[in-house]
């Protein structure tokens, strides 16, 4: 009877109990029993063998150091190569996270970039053509059978179309989305179960990369999304690219749909199978060193970038260009994040540590306050060693995994988006250095931020900030009383209440919330005199007639609002 009510209430919580046991099974083969009886997952599944032939990776090496590490991410790495493609997927993702995984166990996770086994053509053939809803052989004259690339969510073919254009076709896995969310399911329990067993594990906050990585899988499986991504981009970087660097694959969207993308074949080598300058090509510095400004602009102008530029997806072309792929995972950031971004960034180069934590404070996730003051001598004491070197002299890698660790150490963890942005100069910041190339990537950010900083401090984005603040003033003003009388309302409905008497109280309350509200209209009349006066900001108007419009208009909002105070005031 227990075994029917566990099997029961499992249920409730995971809807395949088999997998959750396949999945059980292979970590206890690979070492993690002792964690599975912990936690008490052991307990969650009937008949649950918990033996392992390889011993436990707790009692192998205790020690914590270098060789735990590497052996624990050589067990995760055969578990994940076992449990298949979403697992390989999360190994991928969890291999770029520094701010919190060890660097050796990090190197095991790495090996997972290759290792995902292709399915078999006919399966492929079968999607493209119930995606598109015709025979293959009335879009391509010739599709290679033997997949030129694969990855857990899908494979690549190339081909070429019946007008004779090269193009590669990227298929989505089959029952790809379900095993995802299956598995997500699963894993989300079992993290959440040893979050509970383990404080350390509860501290490096792998339940957040958890649905980071389900939210960021679930929109990488449409490749429509995709698509857009690419065009947006190519589109952006058609704008600022001056010297014509960059090649972005064009998209055939007639052959294109949620579970088929055909796209424009580059025919060029990766940048991760070049190993010395010299093989890269005449003007290739230059250019590289261009490709970094256009990712700054992109990302601190666009808010757009790519977030996922390892050696591996983007090529050197023939004629010596830089061809982009795999726009699945983009980077995002809104107005207020960049401004964020480029205060901190600021911050860095000046080594300002105090304004670096209250910029981070800004836009981190925590559970509780933490001590500012703390934070900013941890900081102060862990960027030490960069302090008197040249940009040149900076390793970006270094200088940000300092910064996210001691973050991590305090509680505080970065969005996704913050992360991404992190994660890829480091790894721009890696692949220069590959072939033995300083990128130096704060040299050129440095060189954009008074630039940025400028667009931040401008005019119109104060005048843009100075009237939003008024609405929210003048918003706030309106239904406070409103909302000071549902609550009085609330609070007599269930029979509490309270009943002051003091002699000639009701004159001085009365004055006092008076004289507050005439200082709320004052403020906001002063915001609107402040804003009507930044049109005429290195102007010197002779006449009433050469002030303009806008700034009369603002003016005598502010004049109304200044006789409603002082009306108010009066009575």
Known sequence: MDLIKTGIGLSKTIKNVARFREILTVFSKNGF???????GLGTEVPGLSTSTT???????????????????????????????????K??????????????????????????????????????????????LNTIFSDIEQIPIGTASIGVVHRATLLTGERVVVKVRRPGIEKVLRTDFEIVRFIVAQVERASENIRYLGISRVIEDFFRATMTELNFMTEAQNCERLGKNLARIDKHNDFVVPKIYREFSSTNILVMEYLDGRPFNQFRTLEELGPGMVEKLERSVELFAQTLLSDGFFHADLHGGNFFIMKDHRLGLIDFGLMGTLSKKN??????????????????MVYEFLEVAEYDTIPDHEELIRDIRDNLSPFVGLSIKETNVTDLVRAIISTLTRHRL????????????????????????????????????????????????????????IGKDLLTSLRILPKHLKW??????????????????????????????????????????????????????????????????VFWGIAALILFRSLVLKKY
């Open 338 to 355: 960049r401004t964020n971004l480029i205060a901190v960034l600021y911050a860095v180069v000046t080594h300002d540590y105090e304004n």
């Open 487 to 552: 609550f009085m309302r609330e609070q007599a409905r269930r029979g509490y209440a309270f009943e002051l008497k003091l002699q000639g109280a009701d004159d001085y309350v009365k004055s006092v919330s008076r004289s507050l509200y005439f200082l709320g209209l004052s403020l906001l009349s002063g915001t609107f005199i402040l804003v009507g006066a930044m049109p005429l900001m290195g102007k010197n108007p002779e006449t009433f007639s050469q002030i303009p419009t806008m700034t009369w």
């Open 54 to 88: 390889d011993g436990d990776v707790s009692t192998e090496t205790t020690d914590g150091g270098e060789e735990w590490w590497g052996l624990l991410g050589q067990r995760l790495r055969l578990s994940f190569e076992e449990l298949g493609p979403s697992f390989v």
């Open 90 to 135: 999360m190994g991928q993702l969890l291999a770029t996270r520094e701010d919190i995984l060890d660097p050796a166990l990090i190197r095991e996770l790495k090996k997972l970039q290759n290792e995902v086994k292709a399915i078999p053509f006919n399966e492929a053939k079968d999607v493209i053509e119930a995606s598109l809803g015709r025979p």
């Open 413 to 468: 963890y970065l969005p996704r988006e913050w992360f991404i942005i992190f994660r890829a100069l480091m790894t721009l910041d890696g692949v220069g250095k590959s072939v033995g190339l300083d990128l130096n990537i704060f040299k050129i950010l440095e060189k954009d931020l008074p630039k940025l900083l400028g667009e931040v401090l401008s005019k119109e984005t104060a005048k843009e900030e100075a009237m939003w």
């Open 33 to 39: 029993q002792s964690l599975i009886i912990k936690s």
